[in-house]
């Protein structure tokens, strides 16, 4: 952790956080985006989170309790909606939400691949609740992530992104199925598929180059 901007660690702490409690949760069969909107009382479950993620991640757990003072603090920024919503997340770049019975590693598979959808700021938390509640439902693909209000350097320009996954780029019959949904919620205008292999070798659409694989 030594290596890690002592200014970033307490990002780079809620972000594990967060992706550790969603993980739980979800082998609960429960959604935390779902325990936040329904203001349904998870506090006991995150407090226990907390203390042993704090006894596994020492100097991370010592760098929330710096800035946030304590545990029910985190808790009460997360019924905020911080980790939730892309709009109100400002400790990281990016909200996933994994599709029931899908392992959290399968987006990073190199058949996988996924749909880019780019959106103004303003649009990007309702658009993220359809695509986020159809991937809940297993009607789009294996995972979806979409960038927040989180300033990227690595952003070209001020709109956000939501990524909607498929495990296979060659099954092309599965793929279009999940773009046919996404028309039906909405998503009616051209989007473009890119593959994991060209994000892996760091390939991006620049002087007219061409990236996508697919595009409907």
């Not at 550790?20 to 909107?37: A, I, P």
């Not at 749909?115 to 990007?124: A, G, H, T, V, Y």
Request: include cysteine; charge should be negative; charged fraction near 30%.
């Amino acid at each position: 952790m030594s290596t890690i901007d002592p200014d970033t660690l307490p990002d780079v702490a809620c972000g594990l956080l967060f992706h550790l409690l969603n993980r739980e949760l979800q082998d609960q069969g429960l959604f935390l985006f779902s325990l936040v909107e329904n203001r349904v009382d998870f506090r006991a479950q995150f407090l226990a989170l907390f203390q042993d993620f704090c006894g596994n991640y020492p100097e991370l757990g010592e760098a929330l309790l710096r800035k946030y003072e304590s545990p029910d603090k985190v808790y009460d920024l997360i019924c905020q909606g911080e980790g939730v919503m892309p709009g109100k997340t400002t400790t990281m770049h990016w909200i996933v939400q994994d599709a029931p019975q899908v392992h959290p590693d399968a987006i990073e598979d190199e058949l996988a691949g996924k749909w880019l959808i780019f959106l103004p700021p303003e649009e990007i938390d309702e658009a993220w609740i359809r695509v986020r509640d159809a991937t809940c439902r297993n009607e789009l693909g294996i995972s979806a992530k979409v960038s927040t209000a989180r300033p990227n350097p690595d952003s070209r320009d001020n709109r956000k992104v939501i990524y909607v996954y498929t495990p296979d780029w060659q099954d092309e019959a599965d793929v279009m199925r999940v773009r046919e949904t996404l028309r039906e919620l909405g998503f009616v205008d051209r989007l473009g598929y890119k593959r994991n292999i060209e994000t892996y070798k760091g390939e991006y659409s620049e002087k007219g180059k061409k990236v996508t694989f697919y595009s409907a």
